[in-house]
């Protein structure tokens, strides 16, 4: 059964810091693996998806890498904004359907 | 395209009675999931759909939840009898998938927020 963790739980930066964002899963034989943003109250928007073919994604001030060998991801995001301030939920898919879902990484960014 | 869409937002019930969720896909998106999201549990895949089909049902917690998809442009999630333990904020997202990185995406609704009295 695929565990997906997220670590830290919570974290909380200053303006303008880079920062990342951990996720480690168990299983490795992947199909994609996602990266979402949570706003209190609201669903899920999909920031980046990583094929298991694939090393990184990027857009714009974000950068998503998977290592599947390891079973991690990191997700990158430079010059924090306050508008960053959310919940980052990793998702990792093992066929075209199934997800399992990280437990979330609550970002605060300080003006 | 308006994006996926549920109704209602807020559903507020008591114990024992049928409660009946609604979806509706991107036009065009061939898988459907239904999620649920508590602060116990996190966020947990009930069931999906492929091209109206249920594939994987093996998230639905007990007989008392029941998904169907009747075209590709509906489904229901519905819960008879419903219970307090039920409660939590109930997530549909659609997705496309052809296995390249445009794609597979999943795009998420607004949610339905279930609380069972």
């Known amino acids: 059964k695929q565990e997906v963790t997220q670590i830290p739980a919570a974290l909380s930066v200053p303006e303008g810091e880079n920062l990342v964002l951990n996720c480690s899963f168990t299983d490795s034989a992947i199909y994609n693996l996602q990266w979402f943003r949570q706003d209190p109250g609201k669903g899920l928007t999909s920031l980046l998806l990583?094929?298991?073919?694939?090393r990184e994604q990027t857009s714009g001030r974000l950068n998503a890498s998977l290592d599947k060998s390891s079973g991690r991801s990191t997700l990158y995001i430079a010059a924090s904004q306050p508008g960053d301030s959310a919940t980052y939920l990793c998702?990792?898919?093992?066929?075209?359907?199934?997800?399992?879902f990280g437990d979330g990484t609550t970002l605060t960014v300080k003006p | 395209d308006a994006g996926v869409i549920q109704s209602p937002r807020h559903e507020v019930t008591e114990m024992g009675q049928e409660v009946t969720l609604r979806c509706k896909p991107i036009s065009g998106h061939d898988y459907l999931f239904w999620y649920r999201q508590t602060m116990m549990r996190g966020l947990e895949l009930l069931i999906y759909?492929?091209?109206?089909?249920?594939?994987?049902d093996s998230g639905m917690p007990e007989d008392r939840f029941s998904a169907k998809m009747p075209n590709a442009s509906f489904s229901t999630l519905k819960i008879q009898p419903s219970e307090p333990r039920d409660s939590a904020v109930y997530f549909c997202?659609?997705?496309?998938?052809?296995?390249?990185?445009?794609?597979?995406?999943?795009?998420f609704g607004p949610g339905t927020r279930l609380t069972v009295l």
């Open positions: 997202a659609s997705s496309l998938t052809s296995g390249g990185a445009s794609t597979d995406t999943q795009y």
């Open positions: 990583i094929q298991s073919s694939q």
């Open positions: 759909f492929n091209n109206n089909v249920p594939i994987d």
């Open positions: 998702a990792v898919s093992t066929n075209a359907g199934k997800s399992t």
